[in-house]
Structures are given as C-alpha cells and as structure tokens.
T-cell receptor, first 115, second 116 residues
Framework: EPEVTQTPSHQVTQMGQEVILRCVPI?????FYWYRQILGQKVEFLVSFYNNEISEKSEIFDDQFSVERPDGSNFTLKIRSTKLEDSAMYFC?????????????FGEGSRLTVL | AQSVTQPDIHITVSEGASLELRCNYS??????LFWYVQSPGQGLQLLLKYFSGDTLVQGIKGFEAEFKRSQSSFNLRKPSVHWSDAAEYFC??????????????FGKGTKLSVKP
C-alpha cells in the first residue's frame, strides 16, 4: 500500500541551526501538508501546498519556515533558525485531491529536538 | 473560531467492553469530520470520516461514529474493545473550502488504555 515517508525520524539540533525535514508524498497525490505536534499538545496545521505554491498557512508558519517541492517527489520543510519551541513531531501529509472525498495520508513523523 | 473539543484526556476500559469517545466541534457550516488514531511512535491513521449523507459512518477496525448536528458532536464508538486498540484518538474538523480541505483542526486527543 502506498505511504507517505519522512526522513529523518529523529533529528537533534542546536538552537539557531537550520533544519530540513523531508517527505515523499504518495506519488499521485496533489496536495501536500505539514503539521506539527508539540509533546502533549494537539496536532496543528502549519501549511498546505498545491501546484508548486503555498495555498494556505497558519500563524505558526512564520518567516522562519519555508516549504518546497524541489524535484517532483520530495516535499521539504525548512526551519531557517531553530528555536527551542520548535521542538515537536512534524508530520507530512498528502491528499489525492478528490473534491469532498479526500483522505489525508500522514507519514510517521519526524521528531525534532532543539537544544 | 473553529475548534474541536475532546473532553476526555484519558479513558481506561476493559478488553471486551464497549467504548465511546466524545468529540464536539464548533464550526459555522457543515464540517468534514474525521477520527484518526495514533499508536505509539506511529503516524496518524484515518479511522473514519463524515462528509455528508448517512450520519452513522463505519470505519476500519470495527469503529463507527455518529454525526449529530443538533449537538455538534461526532462521537466514536466500538462495541467490543481489543487490547490492540490502545492508542491515542484524535477527532478533527476539516474546513470545507477549495484546496484547503486538508487543513484539519484537531482536538487534543483522548488516550485509550485497555486493561485485560
């Protein structure tokens, strides 16, 4: 069964460093998403991406964050200068794009720890 | 603002007992409603969804949920819980406009423990 894959599964970084989280969505899907889950808190929407551009972003997704789909298969989330509060599990998700029937498929997540 | 409330943070049930996990939402229009399950160290797996039509929806693993518009609720049920159902369960509301159908608002989750 096709699945969304994410790498790395766990990354530890120093505050102020740049981090790139990678995702390979399901191949025939058209919409891509990043969510995050701070430990013990709810899963929160960060950004949606369609047709090579951001279609929606939350207030969490500030100038420190960026996304791109560099090669038609990978979908990346970059955090330019990490802060302690960026420590969280980051989930990538994709959606095939059928109106009113779509199901989000989530990856297993990338845990980011900022020291 | 849209919100999802799962009033129970942690529930423990005996194996074989019935289960109901509560979910209430606040949203002006008819929402898309979802239940996801997250096992330890795993991603989120869709259990079931409601978009329209029959208000009682069946999902995977023997789960079902009922949409009650008058109560703004979408409670998840299972008649007989198995030990493998121990996980965290998230209710979510999808905002139903355009390409943002994947913008989900999640509840805080209910952790389910199953005792033998």
């Amino acid at each position: 069964e096709p699945e969304v894959t994410q790498t790395p599964s766990h990354q530890v970084t120093q505050m102020g460093q740049e981090v790139i989280l990678r995702c390979v969505p399901i191949s025939n899907h058209l919409y891509f998403y990043w969510y995050r889950q701070i430990l013990g808190q709810k899963v929160e929407f960060l950004v949606s991406f369609y047709n090579n551009e951001i279609s929606e972003k939350s207030e969490i997704f500030d100038d420190q964050f960026s996304v791109e789909r560099p090669d038609g298969s990978n979908f990346t989330l970059k955090i330019r200068s990490t802060k302690l509060e960026d420590s969280a599990m980051y989930f990538c998700a994709s959606l095939r794009g059928e109106v009113n029937t779509g199901e989000l498929f989530f990856g297993e997540g990338s845990r980011l720890t900022v020291l | 603002a849209q919100s999802v409330t799962q009033p129970d943070i942690h529930i423990t049930v005996s194996e074989g007992a019935s289960l109901e996990l509560r979910c209430n939402y606040s949203y002006g229009a008819t929402p898309y409603l979802f239940w996801y399950v997250q096992s330890p160290g795993q991603g989120l797996q869709l259990l079931l969804k409601y978009f329209s039509g029959d208000t009682l929806v069946q999902g995977i693993k023997g789960f079902e949920a009922e949409f009650k518009r008058s109560q703004s609720s979408f409670n998840l049920r299972k008649p007989s819980v198995h030990w493998s159902d121990a996980a965290e369960y998230f209710c979510a509301v999808g905002l139903n406009y355009g390409g943002s159908q994947g913008n989900l608002i999640f509840g805080k989750g209910t952790k389910l423990s199953v005792k033998p």
